[in-house]
């Protein structure tokens, strides 16, 4: 057996990774992670857009940060907003101040399954928002699939193509579970 490093390998590590340690932080700290990164998302997201405002050559910020030898073009853009991304992941998750307890309790094997597929989610929503950060495309972009800089990867990875042809599925699969399991009948 030949095994080569390609997209598709990182895309299933990553994910296997997440979804594991899911199952070993358990159900409660998964969903904290999981308003972590929705709240990162949307934070990197915002100030992102407030980053692009400061590469417009009509913005004075624009001078300023020019004369100190710093240019805002979308790869820079693009590597501060995985960087923000990132940090704020971590930060709220370990720093937000909050906890998340998740009120219904089911039975061990419903326990279980709601554990792995709030990992597997919280894996895909990751990687659905580094790749539109890395488009440098806003969220939920219809057009992310046609961004230049994802083509070649578009290519190589059917998991990639499949992650940004279905980007919103993954980023709303998270609340629809959070529904979902909140329907099932609590265990008595």
Do not use: C
């Not at 990774?17 to 159900?27: D, E, L, N, P």
């Not at 998740?102 to 790749?131: E, N, P, Q, R, W």
């Not at 070649?152 to 609340?175: E, H, R």
Request: aromatic share 10%; no cysteine.
């Amino acid at each position: 057996m030949d095994l080569t490093l390609s997209w598709d390998l990182f895309i299933i590590f990553f994910i296997a990774v997440v979804t594991a340690y899911s199952f070993i932080i358990g159900k409660h700290e998964t969903l904290k992670i999981l308003v972590a990164v929705y709240i990162a998302v949307l934070a990197t997201q915002g100030i992102g857009n407030v980053l692009a405002r400061f590469s417009s050559e009509t913005e004075p910020m624009y001078r300023i940060l020019k004369v100190m030898g710093v240019t805002m073009n979308v790869s820079s853009l693009s590597l501060a907003k995985l960087l923000i991304f990132l940090v704020a992941i971590i930060w709220i998750a370990l720093k937000g101040g909050f906890a998340v307890h998740y009120g219904k309790t089911h039975g061990s094997l419903i326990t279980i399954v709601a554990t792995g597929l709030f990992g597997l989610s919280t894996a895909t929503l990751i990687v659905t928002a580094l790749l539109t950060f890395i488009a440098g495309a806003p969220l939920l972009d219809p057009a992310l699939g046609s961004r230049e800089i994802l083509l070649p990867i578009m290519q190589q990875s059917a998991f990639v193509q499949g992650i940004i042809l279905n980007q919103d599925l993954w980023f709303s699969l998270p609340a629809l579970l959070l529904i979902g399991f909140g329907l099932v009948k609590e265990k008595t």
